[in-house]
């Protein structure tokens, strides 16, 4: 089985290349109306330049997954701020989604934790739906919308996780059924379990993203092979292989905390659960050392038996 390696956004090896530089509210308001979007343009062009650069640098490295930066575009959903940073950056919009496809690599986007269909408060819905709808603007500007996905969690319990779950389903309903279809879920590391993730998933058709780490926190106690199966599966009707979310602790006292880098030992009996699904899937690393923590997880990996490295950020098992 063939197991490809990628990190969240920011390359870290790279001097000064973080795509997510951005702007508050508070000095949008203190700036002049003229002075607003040539600042706001200044700042998108620049995390996009550096969303290239990360890419190019991907491209060289052999890391084939990569999850873009949901802060490209400071301000990009808030209410009072109008900002056309589709059109006024369209060929850049471009040149990334071809760079993209021409190296067929696999992007995603993971809005705020904000991003929830769970409530019972019609507003946050709504901003819900208006985040997922800038995600999918932008892979749309791409041209890689219906290849890239926008991973959510299922939200909060509120007290009452039946209720809450059927808030979700209802809610869910409001979201546009083309972006519907590139949204994934995630199990989480203190509220839904893996099991209950998977059952949101199996009745709406959306593929889950498992977590590892958060199932750790948050556990049930299923088989894990046979866990791994079923969620597998939610991507079956997809053209695109599963994918896992993969880091370990910062400490036992600070369990759910990601640390720098990722302890091969955590995770080696994820792997071994996973050898039992017999299916190929990737890996997008969560640790604070981003690409560093995930080029280091293909060195230590690849150094235990049964595994091979077959890329820069490639195992086969």
Not at 65 to 75: A, E, G, N
């Amino acid at each position: 089985m063939k197991i490809r390696f990628g990190y969240v956004s920011h390359a870290l090896s790279l001097w000064d290349c973080s795509p997510a530089k951005t702007m508050t509210f508070t000095r949008w308001q203190q700036l002049e109306k003229g002075e607003r979007e040539e600042k706001l343009s200044i700042i998108t062009l620049q995390n996009l330049q550096h969303t290239l650069r990360a890419l190019h640098y991907n491209i060289a490295q052999e890391i084939w997954l990569y999850r873009l930066s949901s802060s490209i575009v400071p301000l990009a959903t808030h209410p009072e701020v109008e900002f056309d940073y589709i059109d006024l950056f369209r060929d850049m919009w471009k040149e990334i989604g071809q760079l993209i496809q021409k190296h067929r690599l696999r992007v995603s986007f993971h809005p705020n934790q904000f991003t929830l269909f769970t409530s019972d408060k019609q507003h946050i819905t709504d901003n819900a739906v208006v985040d997922m709808e800038y995600h999918y603007r932008v892979l749309e500007a791409m041209g890689i919308a219906k290849e890239s996905y926008i991973n959510i969690h299922v939200g909060g319990a509120y007290g009452d996780k039946e209720a809450a779950i059927a808030r979700f389903h209802q809610n869910l309903q409001k979201l546009p059924l083309p972006i519907k279809r590139q949204m994934t879920l995630e199990n989480d590391d203190k509220t839904y379990t893996t099991e209950e993730t998977l059952a949101v998933c199996q009745k709406e058709q959306i593929p889950l993203v498992f977590d590892y780490h958060h199932h750790k926190a948050n556990e049930s106690g299923d088989d894990l092979t046979a866990l791994l199966t079923d969620v597998f599966t939610t991507w079956d009707h997809t053209e695109i292989i599963p994918k896992v979310h993969l880091s370990s602790p910062k400490s036992e006292k600070e369990f759910r905390s990601h640390a720098d880098y990722v302890d091969a030992a955590f995770v080696k009996p994820f792997f071994a659960a996973a050898k039992g699904t017999g299916r190929d899937f990737d890996v997008m690393v969560e640790s604070k050392q981003k690409d560093r923590a995930a080029l280091q997880l293909v060195e230590d990996l690849a150094k235990m038996r049964g595994y091979k490295r077959i890329g820069g950020a490639t195992i086969e098992i």
